[in-house]
T-cell receptor
Framework: SQQGEEDPQALSIQEGENATMNCSYK?????LQWYRQNSGRGLVHLIL?????REKHSGRLRVTLDTSKKSSSLLITASRAADTASYFC???????????FGKGTLLTVNP | DTEVTQTPKHLVMGMTNKKSLKCEQH?????MYWYKQKAKKPPELMFV???????INESVPSRFSPECPNSSLLNLHLHALQPEDSALYLC?????????????FGQGTRLTVV
């Protein structure tokens, strides 16, 4: 069963706008990670936030984690057409190396 | 070298064929994974190897047989597959140092079973 649930399932915005994607999960985690996938090929790791962290930044990316609500959000600022891709959250369970992916958000950035 | 290399990139096989997917990494990672991904769906975990030993099998049918010959290589042997097994098969690796490490993914093998 899938741990994470992304919201929205699809998001279409104009270049320069910000994009926010949300992820909810159900069990205790070591960390939560966000990945990007272009056109059904390999996944690229974007950012990892540990269970004891609340916010993390990397370039135009900002991730928040609320363990009390079991939710996370990914903000991409000043989006570009090249950001068009599917974005997945993934949770690493406590006690093993099992990385479980959510359903993903398909982001389309229109030039 | 931060790459995970998967071969072949594409594979078409009949239901009576035996084939193997290969995955290689030289990052010194000691955890390696196989995921299956159907179109417009998230990756689903199949197997996890930790220090060359199978640690997780997500109730995968026996027609899929993983093998980890050494710390750099991971194979997935396929036999008597069904058309519904057609999917993108992704290999990944990470450093199992108590968790909190990113996984590196290969570009995948797109498998079609006819």
């Amino acid at each position: 069963s899938q741990q994470g649930e992304e919201d929205p399932q699809a998001l279409s915005i104009q270049e320069g706008e910000n994009a926010t994607m949300n992820c909810s999960y159900k069990t205790s985690i070591n960390n939560l990670q966000w990945y990007r996938q272009n056109s059904g090929r390999g996944l690229v790791h974007l950012i990892l936030i540990r269970s004891n962290e609340r916010e993390k930044h990397s370039g135009r990316l900002r991730v928040t984690l609320d363990t009390s609500k079991k939710s996370s959000s990914l903000l991409i600022t000043a989006s570009r057409a090249a950001d068009t891709a599917s974005y997945f959250c993934a949770t690493e369970a406590r006690g093993n190396y099992k990385l479980t992916f959510g359903k993903g958000t398909l982001l389309t950035v229109n030039p | 070298d931060t790459e995970v290399t998967q071969t072949p990139k594409h594979l078409v096989m009949g239901m009576t064929n035996k084939k193997s997917l290969k995955c290689e990494q030289h990052m010194g990672h000691r955890a390696m994974y196989w995921y299956k991904q159907k179109a417009k769906k998230p990756p689903e975990l199949m197997f996890v190897y930790s220090y060359e030993k199978l640690s997780i099998n997500e109730s995968v049918p026996s027609r899929f047989s993983p093998e980890c010959p050494n710390s750099s290589l991971l194979n997935l042997h396929l036999h008597a597959l069904q058309p519904e097994d057609s999917a993108l098969y992704l290999c990944a690796s990470s450093q199992p140092t108590g968790g909190n490490t990113e996984a590196f993914f290969g570009q995948g093998t797109r498998l079609t079973v006819v």
